[in-house]
């Protein structure tokens, strides 16, 4: 065990799987939430949500001794030596971030700072706009505890780069580790943790740090839209964006990730983190133009399938629609902004019957939705008698169908694909009408 304690404030993903990893890395370390029946079931090896490997370990961390959870704030940061702020920054209605968990948090941290008589570093992980840890955490901690930043305890920003699905290998192996401070001392204890970790590490201010989380999301959404884009026109050339991409992305200066074309992007990140930074920058005066444009390709993108099921096969109405994913991508049961919502609304709007399946996803979807979707057992089950099959998202379960399934067990073996499950030349030489955004449909 190593002799640093930490203390992740939030468990959610960031907090409960950064967590993980650093009790994986020999730390004494501790998650905290306001729910105790998620601190209990942690103590127990139990976790809130489906991610993969994430149970063996949690369950790894807590068998070791070194994996805890807790309800109390206060007393964890007391017996810790770094306090990491994991809290929720969702979207406000005009689209900035909600800082009152942050607000919270750091009203908590500062009491707990009042009654410590030992230099501790605040480091905050939650996704803020810039200048938030120094001009709202900053204040808040010295207001509560009475002491001084630099002298008594230290301040850090140390953005998340985890995804979803792969956020255990992302936060056991990270490809960098970014950690802005308010000083060096703050900078070397936050760096200290992170000494096991193998990757390129930058230290830079507190304000930067904050940048780089937004400015990597808004490139990553902007590079998944310019995609979508190029798909939307490809069609007209009957080029197939995915085979184009590909001699796109050979260029070093470029890279082929994250230049799959399709519904658009989903989850809690990059809608909410392209919508804030537009919000903050619109309220210092600045019309942001590619953001908005993002935003809106990514708005109209999975109504493409409709348009595809209208203009190629006859349309939606009193079909037999079969829905296939419904988390915002595989490997997660997490449907925040999923594609999947506006796509069976359309679907139902347009007079569709609609039949949705999801490895993991069903019971947090039916949350989202009260329409009239009926919810199949297995992928296999959604096909039965299906009209059209729409794919929003490529699960494993979903590749490993063969064009045979489709033949066998639907009425038409028509698949319209968001995300480019198949090779489209095997589904077309095996009679399956084979359509997709971004593709030469017939
Ligand atoms: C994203 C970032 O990738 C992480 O680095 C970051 O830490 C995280 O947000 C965060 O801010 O917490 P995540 O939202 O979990 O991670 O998932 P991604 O794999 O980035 O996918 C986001 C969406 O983009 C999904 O709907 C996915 O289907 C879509 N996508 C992704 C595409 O449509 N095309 C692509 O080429 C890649």
Redesign the pocket.
């Known amino acids: 065990m190593k002799d640093i304690k930490i203390t992740m404030i939030g468990m959610g ?2 907090g409960l799987v950064t967590g993980a990893a650093f009790a994986k890395h020999g730390f004494d370390t501790t998650c905290t939430t306001r729910t105790p029946e998620k601190a209990e079931n942690l103590n127990k090896g139990i976790t809130p949500f489906y991610e993969p490997g994430l149970d063996e370990l949690v369950k790894e961390g807590v068998d070791s001794g070194l994996f805890h959870g807790s309800t109390d704030n206060k007393s964890c940061v007391k017996k810790g030596d770094i306090t990491f702020i994991c809290v929720g920054t969702p979207s406000l209605p005009d689209g900035g971030i909600d800082l009152s968990h942050v607000k919270k948090t750091a009203c908590d941290i500062g009491e707990a700072l009042a009654d410590l008589d030992r230099y501790h570093v605040v480091v905050a992980k939650s ?1 803020i706009i810039p200048s938030t840890t120094d001009s709202l955490i900053l204040p808040l901690l010295e207001e509560k505890s009475k002491k001084k930043v630099g002298k008594d305890f230290g301040l850090c920003m140390n953005p ?6 792969a956020a255990l290998h992302d936060s056991l192996y990270p490809d960098r580790i970014v950690v802005g401070g308010y000083d060096q001392r703050s900078i070397d204890t936050v760096m200290n943790v992170y000494s096991g970790f193998d990757c390129p590490k930058f230290e830079c201010d507190l304000r930067t740090a904050e940048m780089i ?1 937004y400015a ?2 808004c490139l ?1 959404a902007t ?2 839209t310019f ?1 979508n884009e190029l798909a939307n026109i490809c069609e007209f050339f009957g080029v197939d964006v995915y085979e184009m991409m590909k001699g796109v992305g050979l260029d070093f200066r470029i890279n082929p ?4 074309a ?1 519904v ?7 809608p909410k ?1 392209v919508n804030a930074i537009t919000a903050v920058a619109k309220s210092k005066g600045y019309q942001p133009r590619i953001m908005n444009a993002i935003l809106e390709v990514n708005e109209t993108q999975p109504l493409r399938i409709i348009e595809l099921a209208e203009n190629k096969v006859q349309g939606v109405k009193n079909k037999r629609i079969a829905l296939l994913g419904l988390s ?2 595989p490997d997660t049961d997490d449907v925040r902004f999923t ?1 999947a919502l506006p796509i069976a609304e359309a679907l139902i709007e347009k007079g569709a019957e609609v039949v949705a399946y999801d490895p993991k996803a069903i019971d947090n979807f039916k949350e989202l939705t009260d329409k009239p979707i009926t919810y199949a057992a297995s992928a296999k089950d959604a096909l039965r008698d299906a009209d059209i099959c729409v794919i929003q ?1 490529d699960w494993d379960e979903f590749k490993a169908l063969k064009p045979q399934d489709f033949k066998e067990l639907m009425k038409t073996p028509i698949i319209i694909d968001g995300r480019r499950t198949y090779d489209p030349m095997q589904m077309i030489q095996e009679g399956i009408t084979y359509l997709g955004i971004g593709w030469k449909n017939p």
């Not at 998340?160 to 699905?165: D, K, N, P």
């Not at 990730?257 to 799959?260: D, G, M, R, S, V």
């Not at 658009?264 to 990059?270: D, K, L, N």
């Open positions: 993903y960031v996704t998340e780069f985890l995804r979803e699905g989380k990597a999301n990553l590079k998944i995609a990730a994250f230049l799959n399709g658009g992007f989903g989850g809690s990140c990059f983190d915002f991508k594609r998202s």
